[in-house]
C-alpha cells in the first residue's frame, strides 16, 4: 500500500516515471511446446530486473497435438486477463480504502478451431465471447463500486495493436 | 503431425467438433500476488481434463508493489501472444510441409502506467505499441511465407469482446 501511494504521487509529479517497456522472449521446444522466459523490464527511467528469471511454458494438450506440459496460449491470454482483473481490483481497492476479504474469478472463453485451422474465412481465429465471473467477498455496499475498478485493468483494455510483426 | 492432419479432417467434416471453450480460474493470494489454474476445457464435443492442472502465478516487482512471485499480468499477455504466434507458424508450417529448424521471438510492449492508475483519462490503460521480433532458422526462401503464418494466431487476433465483466 506505502508503495503503491508513493509510486502514484511519484508519478504525478513526474509522468515519466509511468512510462514502461515490458518484454518476452520466446523459444520452440519442439512441436507444440514452447518456453517464454521473463527476465526485467524498463519503468522508473530504468533497466529492472526482476528478482529471478521467471519461464512460462506453453504446450498442447494431446487431442491438439501436444504433451500437455504447459497451458495452451489461449487459456495463456485468458490467465493474462484474469490475474490483470483481479490486481486491478486490488490495487484500485486499496488506494480507495475498501476492504476485500477475498477474491476469485473464473473466465471462460469460446473458440472455434476452424478460424486458426483457416478451414473457414467466415469463423474469428480468436475468441468469439469471453465470460467474466467475478467472485469478491467484501461489505455488501461497495459491489458495484469494486465491479467499477475491475474496468482500469490494462489486459482488459488491450485491442492488440501490434507493428512489426 | 499425424494428429494435427487427422483434428484437421475431423473437424472439415464435423466443424461442431471444432467448438471450444478453455477455462481458467483464479484466486487472490494477496497483496499483488494471485494464482491462477488450468485444469481442462471442452472441445470435440466432451469435456477433457488436462494431464495435470497448471498453476501460474502473477505478482508485480517491488518496484510497483509487489514481491516478484510471477510474472505480472500484462507480461502474462505478452507470453500469450509470444507462445501462440510460435505455435500458430509452427502447426501451419508442419501441414504445409515447410521445415523449421529452429523459432524464437522476443517481444516489447509499452504502457504508460498513468492509464492504469487513473492519472490521465487521455492515456490508454493497455499496452500503446507492440514490436515483435522473429528469428526462424528455416529454408530463405520460405521467409515470407512463415511470416504470413503468424497471423493465424487466435492471440493475435483476439480484440476482447467481453460480456459480462
Known amino acids: 500500500m506505502d508503495v503503491l501511494e508513493s509510486t502514484i504521487s511519484a508519478i504525478q509529479h513526474d509522468p515519466e516515471l509511468g512510462k514502461c517497456k515490458f518484454r518476452v522472449s520466446n523459444k520452440w521446444v519442439g512441436a507444440n511446446h514452447n518456453c517464454t522466459t521473463v527476465t526485467g523490464f524498463y519503468g522508473a527511467k ?48 486499496a488506494v480507495r480504502g475498501i476492504h476485500i476479504e477475498e477474491l476469485e474469478s473464473e473466465i471462460e472463453g469460446d473458440i472455434d478451431l476452424q478460424g486458426f485451422l483457416g478451414l473457414s474465412k467466415e469463423v474469428p481465429k480468436g475468441f468469439t465471447d469471453i465470460r467474466v465471473k467475478i467472485k469478491v467477498k467484501a461489505d455488501v455496499d461497495n459491489m458495484e463500486r469494486l465491479k467499477k475498478l475491475a474496468e482500469y485493468s490494462p489486459v482488459y483494455n488491450n485491442p492488440f495493436s501490434l507493428s512489426d510483426l
Open 46 to 93: 530504468q533497466e529492472i530486473a526482476h528478482r529471478q528469471p521467471f519461464e512460462l511454458h506453453a504446450d498442447e494438450p494431446p487431442i491438439l497435438a501436444g504433451e500437455d506440459q504447459g497451458a495452451n496460449p489461449v487459456e495463456h491470454l485468458l490467465n493474462a486477463l484474469a490475474a490483470c482483473l483481479t490486481t486491478s481490483m486490488v490495487d484500485h481497492a
